[in-house]
């Protein structure tokens, strides 16, 4: 997810990448906590003390990041890419979402899990108007197909053990960082948090700028990469220097 992170390293980043449980090796229990999450991140940068900390979270990650950062002081600056809303979004993002599997399914004429999300991440990458538009269908596939052997699909409780804390987390209050050291990137077709949820959300942590980039969905990481190249930009203005220290939260 965070591939294109590792080049920062030229720039002197330290990078480290949360895992999450059932991905890259890590055990599928216990399941995720968020809070917990963060506090395992705190403990690791208290090993750093003088550095600057620059943390990326990407969907549940964003929580982490929210979490992590209220223990931080100093040099900090986070950057939410389509991240998770409190409690999951709420019913709306659940009816949503169901809705759009729903759909996939009819699409895939299949019930099984891989058919139906390999329809379903269509959605993902470019919200609900890839289905109308047959040239970017066939730029979603082609970004499906050169990630097939890499694509997690929600099975072997996957789904429970990284939703059910986000499905209870909520955040009171504004921005755990100083002001301007916040950012949200989002796309404004993205299925699972709409664009008024999120911007819901910047406003509540006190006016959050938010860049919206047009035509895209959820996963943008990998539907629009140069995602990372404006996250470094927010990273280093006004910083006077690079050398900071990048933590990349999954979600």
């Not at 990041?65 to 223990?71: C, K, Q």
């Not at 993002?93 to 379903?120: F, G, H, K, M, N």
């Amino acid at each position: 997810m965070f591939e294109a992170t590792q080049e920062w390293s030229a720039r002197g980043y330290g990078i480290v990448r949360y895992r999450f449980p059932g991905l890259d090796g890590r055990s599928l229990h216990p399941p995720l906590r968020i809070r917990d999450a963060a506090q395992e991140i705190v403990s690791l940068l208290a090993r750093y003390p003088e550095k600057p900390v620059r943390i990326l979270g990407f969907s549940t990650g964003g929580a982490i990041a929210l979490e992590t950062a209220r223990h931080l002081s100093g040099d900090v600056r986070v950057a939410l890419m389509s991240p998770a809303l409190p409690r999951a979004g709420g019913g709306e993002t659940a009816t949503r979402s169901a809705i759009d599997l729903i759909q996939s399914a009819w699409r895939a004429r299949s019930l099984r899990v891989e058919p139906v999300w390999l329809c379903y991440y269509e959605i993902l990458l470019f919200g609900r108007s890839v289905r109308e538009d047959p040239v970017l269908t066939a730029r979603a596939q082609a970004i499906i197909e050169a990630r097939r052997a890499r694509i997690v699909f929600p099975n072997r409780g996957k789904p429970r053990a990284h939703v059910r804390d986000l499905r209870r987390w909520m955040w009171k209050g504004r921005s755990p960082v100083a002001q301007g050291c916040l950012r949200i990137f989002t796309g404004d077709r993205d299925p699972v948090f709409s664009g008024a949820q999120t911007g819901q959300f910047a406003a509540q942590l006190g006016a959050v700028p938010l860049r919206r980039y047009p035509g895209q969905g959820h996963l943008l990481f990998l539907s629009y990469p140069q995602v990372f190249a404006d996250v470094l930009a927010f990273f280093e203005e006004e910083a006077g220097a690079t050398g900071g220290g990048i933590l990349g939260v999954s979600g």
